[in-house]
C-alpha cells in the first residue's frame, strides 16, 4: 500500500481542477523531510495582517503533481517597525516553510528570491549531503516529452500590488512562488510544490464564542459517517453548538430558538481547519440543499442566509432537514466544501461514564522499510463502548506496543509531535505519520526500525478511571514470539556503533541496552533525529 499524502481527497463534492503532470525528479524522502519541518515563529515588529489566500496551487503527492484551486489558505503578512520591510508566513499555500523577506516601497511588496526556508540532508550510498530548500519563482515550461514543469525563471525578483487594507495580489500570475532544491551546477530543481495566480485580502473574520458561565452539554452528531461527540449550550433563546463540522472541532455557531425550529446564519466562521483534505486553510459552516438532476448528478442548492433546523425540547434533539447537507467550506459564501454529512441530527448523550473500549480491528499491516524510514499499520476504532454509547472521542487514545513495551512517541522521531506522548488522541491527524478518518479509520505510519511484534491497544479516561482494551497483535510474522506481559525495565543503557556509551538524546542509530527485573537483557536498534 502507497504511502498517503494529503492526496484524500473524498468528500469533495464541488469540481476540483485537478490534473496530474510529469514526475517530479526530487527524491520523495526529501519531501518527507520538508513535511516533517515545522515553520520557524516570527516576533512581530511593527503591523500584523492576517491573510486568506486564493491562488491556484500544485502539491507533490507521491512524486507526481495535483494542480488544484486553493481557497482560503493562511498566510500572513508581519511588516518591520519602520514599514519598509515584511515578512510573509507560511508563503506557500500546501507546504509549511520558513517565511520569507521582503520590502515594501510605493504600494508595491518585492520578495527577492531565491530564499533559503528549510535544509535537507540525503545519504547517497552513504555520503550525507546536504541541500537547500528555497523559495523561488518559476515558470511553465514544455518539456520535450509533452509534458510540462515548472523551472526556475530568469528573473528571480516577485512583486505584489499592495492595497492600503493590506491586500495582495500577485504582479504577474502567471510566475509561480514555489519551492525548490538548490542542487548547485544543476539549479534550482522544483520539487512540486507551489502556487500562481495569488491573491491575499485580509481576514477580518472573528469566531463564535460561549458566553462565559453558560454550560455546555454532550450531545452525539449522527449522520451517514459514523457518530461524533459536539456541545450544545443554551443562554436563554440563543443556541451554541461546537464541533457540528468534525474538521474544526473547536469550532462554535450560533443560532435563535423559535417555535420549535434554531435558525442559524449560514457561512458562520469556525477556525482553521488542518484534515485530511484540507492543509491549512480558513473554514465555514455552510449548509444548503442537495438533489439530483436526471442524469443522476449531484445538484447543489444556493447558499441562503440562514438554515433551519428542528428543535425537540422533550428529547433535547436537532433535525436537519432529509435534504440538507452540512459541510465545511472555504468560503462563507460559495460552495467550496472540504467535507459533507447528510441526514444530520445532534441527539443527548449526557454525561459520560468510564467504560471498556473496544478492541482495535487491524486493516493492513506493512513492515518497516529501511528504505522510506516508515512501516504501516492500517485500522479502525469502534466508536461505542462495553455499554453501546458512542464514546468522548477527546478522551479515546491508542498504544502502539512494541515487543511489549509502551512505545513513546517523541518530537525527535515525530516532529509533528509538541511533547513526548504514548496515548494518541483518537482524531490526531498530521497529514504525515497520523491520519484519523471517518467511521474510525486510522492510519498510522511508525517509524521502529527494529521489533520482534508490533500490536495496538485502545486506551479510553473518564473521570480518571482508565479502561483499556486487549492488545492486538498487528504483525503476523512474530505471533509466535510476542510476549506482552514482559518483565519491567529497570534500566536502560545507550551506545553508539562503535560501541562507547552516550546520552539517549544523541542524534543517530544508537544501540538500546535494556535490563529487566528479572534479570533478561535485550538490546535494539534505534534511530534518533
Known amino acids: 500500500m502507497n504511502r498517503i499524502f494529503t492526496t484524500f481527497f473524498a468528500g469533495l463534492v464541488m469540481p476540483v481542477a485537478v490534473a496530474f503532470a510529469a514526475e517530479v525528479s526530487v527524491p520523495q524522502r526529501v519531501v518527507s523531510q520538508l513535511r516533517?519541518?515545522?515553520?520557524?515563529?516570527?516576533?512581530?515588529?511593527?503591523?500584523?495582517?492576517?491573510?486568506?489566500?486564493?491562488?491556484?496551487?500544485?502539491?507533490?503527492?507521491?512524486?507526481?503533481?495535483?494542480?488544484?484551486?486553493?481557497?482560503?489558505?493562511?498566510?500572513?503578512?508581519?511588516k518591520s517597525a519602520d514599514g519598509t520591510g515584511c515578512t510573509l508566513v507560511y508563503p506557500v499555500a500546501e507546504l509549511s516553510t520558513r517565511p520569507i523577506a521582503g520590502t515594501i516601497s510605493d504600494e508595491k511588496i518585492t520578495f527577492v528570491l531565491p530564499q533559503v526556508v528549510?535544509?535537507?540532508?540525503?545519504?547517497?550510498?552513504?555520503t550525507p549531503e546536504t541541500y537547500d530548500i528555497v523559495i523561488a519563482a518559476f515558470t511553465e515550461k514544455e518539456l520535450e516529452d509533452g509534458y510540462t514543469s515548472w523551472l526556475a525563471a530568469d528573473n528571480q525578483t516577485v512583486a505584489f500590488d499592495l492595497a492600503a487594507d493590506g491586500a495582495m495580489t500577485a504582479?504577474?500570475?502567471?510566475?509561480?512562488?514555489?519551492?525548490?532544491?538548490?542542487?548547485?551546477?544543476?539549479?534550482?530543481?522544483?520539487?512540486?510544490?507551489?502556487?500562481?495566480?495569488?491573491?491575499?485580502?485580509?481576514?477580518?473574520?472573528?469566531?463564535?464564542?460561549?458566553?462565559?458561565?453558560?454550560?455546555?452539554?454532550?450531545?452525539?452528531?449522527?449522520?451517514?459517517?459514523?457518530?461524533?461527540?459536539?456541545?450544545?449550550?443554551?443562554?436563554?433563546?440563543?443556541?451554541?453548538?461546537?464541533?457540528?463540522?468534525?474538521?474544526?472541532?473547536?469550532?462554535?455557531?450560533?443560532?435563535?430558538?423559535?417555535?420549535?425550529?434554531?435558525?442559524?446564519?449560514?457561512?458562520?466562521?469556525?477556525?482553521?481547519a488542518h484534515t485530511i483534505s484540507t492543509f491549512r486553510n480558513y473554514a465555514y459552516c455552510i449548509v444548503t440543499t442537495k438533489d439530483y438532476d436526471d442524469d443522476f448528478n449531484e445538484v447543489f442548492g444556493p447558499v441562503e442566509p440562514t438554515f433551519e433546523v428542528a428543535y425537540d425540547p422533550e428529547a433535547k434533539s436537532m433535525t436537519f432537514p432529509t435534504n440538507q447537507i452540512v459541510g465545511m467550506s472555504l468560503d462563507p459564501e460559495e460552495l467550496y466544501l472540504r467535507s459533507v454529512m447528510e441526514f444530520v441530527s445532534l441527539?443527548?448523550?449526557?454525561?459520560?461514564e468510564p467504560t471498556t473500549p473496544p478492541d482495535p480491528v487491524i486493516e493492513?499491516?506493512?513492515?518497516?522499510?529501511?528504505?522510506?524510514?516508515?512501516?504501516?499499520?492500517?485500522?479502525?476504532?469502534?466508536?461505542?463502548?462495553?455499554?453501546?454509547?458512542?464514546?468522548?472521542?477527546?478522551?479515546?487514545?491508542?498504544?502502539?506496543?512494541?515487543?511489549?513495551?509502551?512505545?513513546?512517541?517523541?518530537?525527535?522521531?515525530?516532529?509533528?509531535?509538541?511533547?513526548?506522548?504514548?496515548?494518541?488522541?483518537?482524531?490526531?491527524?498530521?497529514?504525515n505519520d497520523f491520519y484519523?478518518?471517518?467511521?474510525?479509520?486510522?492510519?498510522?505510519?511508525?517509524?521502529?526500525?527494529?521489533?520482534?511484534?508490533?500490536?495496538?491497544?485502545?486506551?479510553?479516561t473518564i473521570d480518571g478511571v482508565t479502561n483499556r482494551?486487549?492488545?492486538?497483535?498487528?504483525?503476523?510474522?512474530?505471533?509466535?514470539?510476542?510476549?506482552?506481559?514482559?518483565?519491567?525495565?529497570?534500566?536502560?543503557?545507550?551506545?553508539?556503533?562503535?560501541?562507547?556509551?552516550?546520552?539517549?538524546r544523541s542524534a543517530g542509530i544508537l544501540i538500546r541496552r535494556v535490563t529487566r527485573a528479572d534479570g533478561s537483557v535485550e538490546t535494539f536498534k534505534t534511530v534518533a533525529r
Open 36 to 78: 516533517d519541518m515545522a515553520p520557524a515563529a516570527v516576533e512581530a515588529e511593527g503591523e500584523t495582517i492576517d491573510l486568506s489566500r486564493n491562488c491556484h496551487s500544485y502539491v507533490n503527492v507521491g512524486g507526481f503533481v495535483v494542480s488544484q484551486s486553493n481557497y482560503g489558505s493562511v498566510a500572513q503578512l508581519v
Open 118 to 126: 528549510n535544509q535537507v540532508t540525503i545519504d547517497d550510498e552513504g
Open 171 to 272: 504582479e504577474n500570475s502567471t510566475v509561480m512562488l514555489g519551492v525548490g532544491m538548490d542542487m548547485g551546477d544543476l539549479g534550482i530543481q522544483w520539487i512540486g510544490f507551489g502556487d500562481t495566480d495569488i491573491t491575499m485580502t485580509p481576514m477580518t473574520a472573528e469566531p463564535v464564542s460561549l458566553p462565559a458561565g453558560v454550560t455546555p452539554e454532550n450531545y452525539v452528531v449522527r449522520s451517514f459517517d459514523s457518530p461524533y461527540i459536539a456541545h450544545v449550550g443554551f443562554d436563554g433563546d440563543d443556541v451554541y453548538v461546537q464541533g457540528l463540522v468534525q474538521g474544526v472541532p473547536e469550532g462554535w455557531i450560533k443560532g435563535k430558538l423559535s417555535d420549535g425550529k434554531v435558525t442559524f446564519a449560514n457561512g458562520q466562521y469556525l477556525g482553521v
Open 347 to 352: 441527539e443527548y448523550r449526557g454525561n459520560f
Open 364 to 431: 493492513y499491516f506493512g513492515a518497516y522499510d529501511p528504505e522510506t524510514g516508515y512501516g504501516e499499520i492500517d485500522f479502525t476504532m469502534p466508536d461505542a463502548g462495553a455499554d453501546g454509547k458512542v464514546l468522548d472521542f477527546s478522551n479515546y487514545y491508542y498504544n502502539l506496543i512494541v515487543d511489549g513495551e509502551l512505545y513513546e512517541i517523541t518530537p525527535a522521531v515525530y516532529p509533528s509531535v509538541a511533547a513526548p506522548m504514548t496515548d494518541i488522541p483518537y482524531t490526531f491527524s498530521d497529514n
Open 436 to 460: 484519523s478518518y471517518s467511521e474510525g479509520y486510522h492510519i498510522f505510519y511508525f517509524r521502529v526500525p527494529e521489533y520482534r511484534t508490533i500490536a495496538l491497544q485502545a486506551v479510553y
Open 469 to 504: 482494551s486487549a492488545v492486538v497483535l498487528a504483525n503476523e510474522a512474530g505471533v509466535e514470539d510476542a510476549v506482552i506481559d514482559l518483565a519491567p525495565v529497570v534500566n536502560e543503557e545507550y551506545f553508539d556503533l562503535s560501541g562507547r556509551a552516550v546520552s539517549p
